[in-house]
């Protein structure tokens, strides 16, 4: 069974940093995009950041030049460093993947369980 785990929510006053990890496990022939989304109390969930298998970034304006979204493909695992960060960054905060299995027999979207991240002013 495929299976993405997220790590690394909590609490932070603003202005302060969290690094939140994703990791892919199970039976996985390739992983190709990444995201990062997030949900915030009330509103629909939101991409924050894209990372293909080749490196390739992608942000939503909102977090531009605070995020910083990273892989390691030998340890199937993503990364979401966040930098001064603001009580409207306030989210559970969602890992997705497309990948291929083992056996290839098409692509699948997973998703993750979600960590929240709670920033204080």
């Known amino acids: 069974q495929v299976q993405l785990v997220e790590s690394g929510g909590g609490l932070v006053q603003y202005g302060g940093s969290l690094r939140l990890s994703c990791a892919a496990s199970?039976?996985?022939?390739?992983?190709?995009?990444m995201n990062w989304y997030r949900q915030a109390p009330g509103k629909e969930r939101l991409l924050v950041a894209t990372?293909?298998?080749?490196?390739?970034?992608n942000y939503a304006d909102s977090v531009k030049g605070r995020f910083t979204i990273s892989r390691d493909n030998a340890k199937k695992t993503i990364y979401l460093q966040m930098n001064s960060l603001k009580p409207e960054d306030t989210a559970v905060y969602y890992c997705?993947?497309?990948?291929?299995?083992?056996?290839?027999?098409?692509?699948?979207?997973?998703w993750g369980q979600g960590t929240l991240v709670t920033v204080s002013s």
């Open positions: 199970g039976s996985i022939f390739r992983v190709n995009d």
């Open positions: 997705r993947a497309v990948l291929i299995p083992i056996p290839p027999v098409e692509s699948l979207e997973v």
């Open positions: 990372v293909t298998s080749g490196g390739i970034t």
